[in-house]
């Protein structure tokens, strides 16, 4: 027992001559809608006197556009890809020998805590938790260390989340936003200006308002968790950074896989006494080095002398192991929550190209999303016929490429895949692009299916590392020709009936993809990877709706497995109208299943009959 104290005071005496750290973190909030970042509209006073006194970041960028993928990254140091965690609280393990960052911290003297969302993505959270967290709940925070312990605490701002700026209903939002701020402090619905694709009337403004007064509420909460720092003594010890997880939960925003869904909010600083280890310069200057989420974990061992872990894919951004800046960053959107996607994307800070290996429109069926008033509002613009070509988009299929200039483009409107004075440009973040998943052993081109069958064995981790890059090239190729509009479709067929599991599964994904294929009978194609079976049935549906195509897609949609029935109630989902000889089916598939394969059961039959969505 003395033996464990003496250790224990030995760590916190070598911790003592170290910073303390202050994590703010604000949900679903892109840098658009706060002051410091050039928006005049909004109310952020708190965060904008932290980038006065600190560093801010121009080209700060999530690793996912969703809370629980990008936050299983924060917490890792990995980004999902390599992971296996980029569904959307996907639920998968992780190996034992992966840990939560802050482990080490504990390790090394440090007070952890988290105020308290955790959302981790992965089956092994309750093991993260326990390692990396000294308290974890909504009490937890700074005060509760040894006396001369430094501390590493995250406090996270709930306000501006899009259950506040979207989902919740008018009158909640109204009791539990807007009447908490002060007359003066409201963002009025005529006070700023709206994104092209948002039209402008009072309806859209003041669903649209809810944005900027749920951040000035988040912004409220900063300031008081300041004051307290500034009341306890401590804020010439604690470098302070304040982010969002990602970007703003609006249309085309959150799950987006371009910069409104990735870029966000990000400022360090540093007080007097910790200015030797900033290495941007001046406080109250912006940088335009590149970060991502994946960078964090490795940032936080580096002030305390440790290198990243083996497992970690980001580098230090600060510290006695800072690594120099990098060329490009990284991110990626998989299915989230109902809604299946496979995107990759890149950038260079100032453009942003991403692939689309299942494309879908921007405004994708969801049933999170499609509750919130101004979602309902759009979807029925657009109906009408009222619209501009520009608000449609959302609607229309996504191009297998987009590419963004992220400084000139704001809202990312012109997609300059297709130009050629940007040909060039296109091919090499392509290129780095698809060296990067090779090269980060991404394990997520496949079907759910199959990173669950894989976790029965070994985790989706393991799998990534043990692959040799052949093998991953050529999972890649396949996902880049099923929906390559330039690909050579004559070998789909073939390669579906007879390839391996995941290249087989693209073959069938590009059959569905490009219906002017010609195909044999549903009942003739014997393939046998049950994934390839649902694309196959989905694609022979599209061109013929025969029984035996009907069976199999009814027949996936009420399977046991959760991987495949949500696959194939989405597919039915996108034959739209097409979907009525499947309504018995879809009652059925609202009985039982996760909360993702009822909600893609309910979505359907609203589209079908106007059922009211359940709030």
Not at 137 to 151: E, I, L, M, T, V
Not at 152 to 158: C, H, L, P, S, Y
Not at 341 to 368: I, M
Not at 598 to 609: G, I, P, Q, R
Request: charged residues 20%.
């Amino acid at each position: 027992m003395k033996s464990l104290l003496f250790l224990f005071t030995a760590s916190i005496a070598i911790a003592a001559d170290r910073p303390n750290v202050l994590w703010i973190t604000l949900e679903d909030t892109s840098p658009q809608f706060i002051g410091c970042y050039g928006n005049e509209s909004a109310r952020t006073p708190n965060i904008d006197r932290l980038a006065a006194r600190g560093i801010r970041f121009d080209h700060a960028f999530a690793n996912a556009p969703v809370c629980s993928s990008a936050r299983s990254t924060i917490i890792t140091g990995a980004l999902n890809e390599t992971l296996g965690t980029g569904n959307h609280r996907s639920g998968f393990p992780l190996p034992d020998f992966i840990k939560g960052f802050p482990t080490f911290l504990r390790a090394a003297g440090y007070h952890t805590t988290n105020n308290f969302k955790t959302d981790y993505a992965t089956s092994s959270a309750d093991r993260l938790i326990k390692e990396s967290w000294d308290e974890c709940s909504n009490k937890a925070g700074w005060w509760q260390r040894q006396p001369g312990q430094p501390f590493f605490a995250v406090f996270n701002q709930e306000d501006s989340h899009q259950s506040r700026t979207m989902t919740n209903p008018y009158p909640w939002y109204r009791a539990n936003v807007l009447q908490k701020l002060k007359t003066e402090d409201r963002v009025a619905e005529d006070a700023f200006p709206l994104p092209p694709f948002i039209p402008d009337t009072p309806i859209f403004r003041k669903h649209f308002a809810r944005i900027y007064n749920s951040i000035a509420l988040a912004d409220e909460k900063v300031g008081a968790l300041l004051d307290r720092l500034d009341a306890d003594g401590l804020t010439e010890d604690t470098i302070i950074f304040c982010y969002a997880d990602h970007g703003e939960a609006m249309l085309r925003g959150k799950t987006n896989p371009i910069g409104l869904g990735y870029r966000v909010p990000f400022i360090v600083v540093f007080p007097q006494k910790w200015q030797s280890l900033n290495p941007w310069g001046k406080p109250g200057t912006p940088t335009g080095e590149l970060i991502c989420f994946d960078d964090l974990g490795p940032t936080m061992l580096s002030l305390v002398d440790q290198k990243p872990a083996p497992w970690m894919t980001g580098r230090p951004l600060l510290g006695t192991h800072r690594a120099p800046p990098k060329p490009y960053v990284f991110s990626s959107r998989n299915r989230i929550d109902d809604t299946l996607a496979c995107a990759r994307s890149v950038t260079d800070g100032c453009y942003l190209y991403t692939r689309n290996f299942l494309p879908g429109p921007e405004l994708r069926y969801q049933k999170y999303l499609d509750v919130s008033d101004i979602a309902r509002l759009q979807r029925q613009a657009y109906a009408d016929g009222t619209l501009t070509p520009v608000q449609a988009g959302m609607f229309a299929p996504q191009p297998p490429e987009v590419l963004y200039d992220l400084e000139s483009d704001t809202w990312e409107i012109h997609n300059l895949a297709a130009d050629p004075a940007q040909a060039e440009r296109l091919a090499t973040l392509k290129k780095a692009l698809f060296d990067h998943i090779v090269e980060i052993r991404d394990t997520m081109l496949c079907p759910a299916y199959e990173l669950a069958q894989r976790s029965k064995t070994f985790t989706s981790y393991q799998w990534g590392q043990a692959a040799t890059p052949a093998e991953l090239r050529a999972i890649l190729h396949a996902a880049d020709l099923a929906t390559d509009p330039a690909a050579e479709t004559s070998n789909f067929l073939h390669q579906a009936l007879t390839g391996e599991n995941l290249p087989s599964f693209w073959a069938a994904v590009g059959l569905r993809a490009n219906p002017e294929i010609p195909l044999p009978p549903f009942a003739e194609l014997k393939a046998t990877y049950p994934p390839t079976l649902i694309e196959l049935a989905a694609a022979s549906y599209l061109r013929e709706p025969t029984p035996a195509a009907q069976e199999a897609l009814t027949t996936f949609a009420l399977s046991p497995n959760p991987q495949l029935r949500l696959q194939a109630l989405v597919r039915i989902q996108e034959l739209g109208k097409n979907a009525a000889p499947f309504t018995a089916t879809l009652e059925k598939a609202l009985k039982g299943g996760t909360y993702e394969t009822k909600s893609s059961a309910e979505m359907t039959l609203h589209n079908l009959n106007g059922r009211k969505l359940a709030n």
